[in-house]
T-cell receptor, first 111, second 112 residues
Framework: GQQVMQIPQYQHVQEGEDFTTYCNSSTTLSNIQWYKQRPGGHPVFLIQLVKSGEVKKQKRLTFQFGEAKKNSSLHITATQTTDVGTYFCAGPDQAGTALIFGKGTTLSVSS | KAGVTQTPRYLIKTRGQQVTLSCSPISGHRSVSWYQQTPGQGLQFLFEYFSETQRNKGNFPGRFSGRQFSNSRSEMNVSTLELGDSALYLC???????????FGNGTRLTVT
């Protein structure tokens, strides 16, 4: 079945360092979504990318959707302690009625 | 606007029992999805309902079932509980397919 993979599984950085997580799908996606889950919380929607090669920015966060619409990345510039959490990418299945999540990248930041 | 509400927040059950979890979506959202979250497997899709119809089901045994009511509220049921069913069960609502999901706080189920 369709798979969404993320690397790395864990990443620890010093505050101020950059961070990148990568997402790969086994199938071409109509769109890709990113979510953040804080420790003890629930996933919260960050952004949706739809177009091939699309790049979107949210303050220090930069999201990219690959040209083949099978991969994506999230880059955080100058991490802060508030960035701590698990970042998930997710893409719709072939039917378009289920969002398939990667296993996430857990980011820890030390000050 | 009220968010997605899940009840109860915590449940402790014994192996062999059954459990029912409830989810009230955001007003106006007709799609409700359920996910099981565990440390080892991440977020796994259980099923999706739209206008009272199950449109999609994940790879879970028949012990896991759900339904959606005319007011879009949804319930999921797990029968004959097993230790491995211990997890955080998350409900999410959305306006339509491919729309962003809005998650509830989840129900933490512990099976002993």
């Amino acid at each position: 079945g369709q798979q969404v993979m993320q690397i790395p599984q864990y990443q620890h950085v010093q505050e101020g360092e950059d961070f990148t997580t990568y997402c790969n799908s086994s199938t071409t996606l109509s769109n890709i979504q990113w979510y953040k889950q804080r420790p003890g919380g629930h996933p919260v929607f960050l952004i949706q990318l739809v177009k091939s090669g699309e790049v979107k920015k949210q303050k220090r966060l930069t999201f990219q959707f690959g040209e083949a619409k099978k991969n994506s990345s999230l880059h955080i510039t100058a991490t802060q302690t508030t960035d701590v959490g698990t970042y998930f990418c997710a893409g719709p299945d072939q039917a378009g009625t289920a969002l398939i999540f990667g296993k996430g990248t857990t980011l820890s930041v030390s000050s | 606007k009220a968010g997605v509400t899940q009840t109860p927040r915590y449940l402790i059950k014994t192996r062999g029992q059954q459990v029912t979890l409830s989810c009230s979506p955001i007003s106006g959202h007709r799609s409700v999805s359920w996910y099981q979250q565990t440390p080892g497997q991440g977020l796994q899709f259980l099923f999706e309902y739209f206008s009272e119809t199950q449109r999609n089901k994940g790879n879970f045994p028949g012990r896991f079932s759900g339904r959606q009511f005319s007011n879009s509220r949804s319930e999921m049921n797990v029968s004959t509980l097993e230790l491995g069913d211990s997890a955080l069960y998350l409900c999410a609502s959305s306006l339509e397919s491919n729309s962003p999901l809005h998650f509830g706080n989840g129900t933490r189920l512990t099976v002993t």
